[in-house]
């Protein structure tokens, strides 16, 4: 369970009014019961839950469990889609280990605001769920060129265009290989109506672009997501 607090042997801290509703009435823990705790910076503990009535708890945080970990240095650059598609993308990128997920305006962007506390949420949610010891960064929508600018030098920006679609000398997995290792990397990921000619310029004019095609059939933006991340952690990340 993701909390914001400090967390070190002896110390206590009294969850949210929804983190005690789920602790007494979903999982109904009993005084003494013992939960697995994570801020993102302290590591993973185990807590004690100190009931103070029907309703009310504390947790008295024990001992620690798991060192603090990070996820790869990889980050998510997309344009946003619609709201259920958007909660399943920032979803699946922490699930896949993002470490910072970016909603991108592009020319043919068709969202014109995006909720990052709702984006928060559902990334807590999924780090939680697969046991993550830290919280993807939630990055303020903003202009493709401005997150393109704020890339490293060092940082490779892997560039999935659409119009690359079948080109089998640009097969993801073949390309990723010969590029290998990235230890940074910025996946790119274009809106439902593509990127313009002047983005597709833009971005493979980028130091360390690396242009790639996610297979024969053109991608939904929010697969299209999924399946470059799986690409780059099966050879670049963390699942080698």
Not at 29 to 34: E, K, N, P, T
Not at 104 to 121: F, G, I, K, P, Y
Request: glycine share 6%.
């Amino acid at each position: 369970m993701f909390v914001p607090d400090e967390l070190a042997a002896g110390t206590s801290f009294q969850p949210s009014r929804e983190q005690q509703h789920y602790l007494l009435n979903v999982m109904r823990c009993r005084d003494g019961d013992s939960v697995l705790v994570f801020n993102g910076r302290d590591g993973e503990w185990q807590a004690e839950v100190k009931r103070g009535g029907r309703r009310d708890c504390e947790l008295m945080v024990r001992q620690e469990t798991r060192r603090q970990a990070s996820s790869p240095d990889l980050w998510l650059l997309f344009a946003p889609v619609k709201k259920a598609r958007l909660d399943f993308i920032a979803q699946k990128a922490s699930e896949m280990g993002c470490s910072r997920i970016w909603p991108v305006r592009t020319d043919h962007c068709q969202v014109s605001r995006v909720n990052d506390e709702r984006m928060l949420a559902n990334a807590i949610e999924a780090a939680e769920q697969t046991e993550r010891l830290d919280i993807a960064e939630i990055m303020p929508f903003t202009g493709l060129a401005a997150a393109l600018d704020a890339c490293e030098a060092d940082r490779h920006i892997i560039f999935c265009d659409e119009t690359s679609a079948g080109a089998g000398e640009m097969n993801a997995v073949r390309v990723l290989t010969e590029a290998a290792p990235v230890a940074k990397a910025a996946i790119v990921i274009g809106p439902e109506g593509g990127f313009s000619e002047d983005e597709r310029m833009m971005i493979s004019g980028r130091q360390n672009s690396l242009k790639l095609s996610l297979g024969p059939r053109i991608l939904r933006a929010d697969t299209a997501a999924i399946a470059a991340l799986a690409c780059f952690q099966s050879v670049c990340g963390d699942w080698t």
